[in-house]
């Protein structure tokens, strides 16, 4: 999915309450509050991360965006969130600790009046335990970010990695 961000700017009003939206998510999964995020979902999200690969620049965009590491809907996004919350949730056992670094966050309209289109660059971080290794993932999301019954939600989200080769030990996070 790439977004087609227009010249058209949006108010300062609302530039700051997209943003601050967008801060307020990266909070929820900092602090490992899953349901709260999960609830920040419309029920036709598509949350997906297509690959990057390395290509010569005259071979065209070198994301492959008919392949992806994950794409997922509200189904199974609940079906990760709940896990979270079990003994079986072995992977954030011990708890990992996480930060969300959200920036250059930018917003133009959507194809739909209640719509707007938001790109943002990230830069996750993570470790766990005693363990010295930092892992890290920076990139890209395109989000459609929608008013539903006066609230913000998140109803679509494509992430973009700027790595070719993801260095984390998995893709348990959210992004």
Do not use: C
Request: net charge negative; glycine share 2%; proline share 3%.
């Amino acid at each position: 999915m790439e977004l087609y961000l227009q010249n058209t700017p949006v108010n300062s009003e609302l530039q700051h309450e997209i943003t601050q939206f967008l801060y307020h998510e990266a909070y929820l999964l900092d602090h490992h509050m899953y349901q709260e995020w999960y609830d920040l979902l419309t029920d036709d999200i598509i949350y997906r991360m297509p690959l990057r690969v390395t290509t010569e620049r005259r071979d065209g965009s070198n994301i492959v965006d008919d392949m992806t590491y994950f794409e997922e809907t509200k189904k199974s996004l609940e079906t990760r969130v709940k896990r979270l919350y079990t003994r079986s949730a072995w992977v954030e056992d011990p708890r990992t600790r996480q930060r969300h670094y959200i920036t250059n966050i930018m917003v133009s309209p959507g194809a739909n009046s209640d719509e707007y289109n938001v790109r943002s660059y990230f830069h996750f971080k993570r470790n766990r335990a005693s363990e010295h290794q930092i892992e890290e993932i920076i990139g890209e999301r395109e989000d459609i970010i929608r008013k539903v019954d006066g609230q913000w939600k998140i109803a679509a989200r494509t992430i973009i990695p700027d790595q070719a080769v993801l260095t984390v030990m998995n893709l348990s996070m959210f992004l």
